[in-house]
């Protein structure tokens, strides 16, 4: 460890896990809360993002890892590896440890399974977006990722036809994993049946995400190039327009 790469890497390893094992842990003790499950998921990202730095959410990572060169895909497998990490142990804690309910991961009795997997494609695909147009750019990116889970796993519960978990959002393959781990875990009734529905639908949405937010923003900084290209030339313009002539008295 005496390379100071290596020691980022490890200190970012252990923020993300501890991170998503709160978060996680969170969302288990919240199951069943209705309105405020969602409340106390949200809130729980914004505290941890802006405490850890933390994704707490495998797709967020890669779409990171996909726009930005720099990230690197060392960093990119231990932050998934962490957020799996924490989330088993976050799941276990929360479930098998204190909660002690059984989660169901089955499609609600008014939604279907198309139904469900698009929900999850077009909400994580919502929750990429907002991540990566907020990066870095506002002191308010905390915020906006906690409202982006608040909204999405509110308004999933009425519209997919079941509580959280009973039909609702999940918006992240880790805290799927996790939860379905802590809960079966916990007792053999857990209904898992359905699991797959909540971790490939935020990858197929975050990929989407990604697509839209390169392409728009090559079109902004195409735009941006262009006025600034103008702005020079008008600046030209204006000097060589105002240069005195030679032999003139000003």
């Known amino acids: 460890m005496?390379?100071?790469?290596?020691?980022?890497l490890l200190a970012e390893f252990l923020c993300e896990a501890v991170a998503t094992f709160f978060f996680t842990m969170v969302a288990g003790l919240a199951y069943g809360a209705g309105f405020d499950t969602a409340v106390v998921v949200g809130l729980?990202?914004?505290?941890?993002?802006?405490?850890?730095?933390?994704?707490?959410?495998?797709v967020i990572s890669i779409a990171v890892a996909l726009c930005d060169i720099d990230f690197g895909w060392v960093n990119l497998f231990l932050r998934i590896l962490a957020q799996i990490l924490g989330a088993i142990l976050g799941g276990l804690l929360a479930?098998?440890?204190w909660s002690n309910k059984v989660l169901q991961f089955g499609i609600g009795l008014?939604?279907?399974?198309?139904?469900?997997?698009?929900?999850?494609i077009v909400f994580a695909a919502?929750?990429?977006?907002?991540?990566?147009?907020?990066?870095?750019?506002?002191?308010?990116?905390?915020?906006?990722?906690?409202?982006?889970y608040l909204v999405g796993i509110a308004v999933s519960s009425p519209?997919?036809?079941?509580?959280?978990?009973?039909?609702?959002a999940l918006l992240n393959p880790a805290?799927?994993?996790?939860?379905?781990?802590?809960?079966?875990?916990?007792?053999?009734?857990?209904d898992e049946g359905d699991i797959w529905l909540f971790i490939v639908g935020p990858f197929i949405g975050a990929l989407l995400g990604v697509v839209f937010y390169q392409l728009t923003s090559s079109l902004d900084d195409d735009w941006e190039e262009e006025t600034i290209q103008t702005t020079e030339e008008q600046i030209r313009t204006t000097v060589i327009e105002e240069r005195p002539v030679h032999g003139q008295v000003l």
């Open 175 to 190: 805290l799927a994993i996790g939860l379905v781990i802590g809960s079966a875990s916990h007792s053999t009734a857990t």
């Open 126 to 148: 919502l929750l990429v977006l907002v991540f990566l147009r907020s990066r870095g750019k506002t002191v308010l990116a905390p915020v906006v990722h906690g409202l982006a």
């Open 110 to 120: 008014n939604s279907t399974g198309y139904r469900s997997m698009l929900f999850e």
């Open 95 to 97: 479930i098998d440890g």
């Open 2 to 8: 005496q390379s100071p790469v290596a020691r980022s």
């Open 159 to 168: 519209l997919l036809g079941g509580l959280f978990l009973q039909g609702g």
């Open 44 to 58: 729980a990202c914004l505290i941890l993002h802006q405490s850890e730095k933390a994704h707490l959410n495998p």
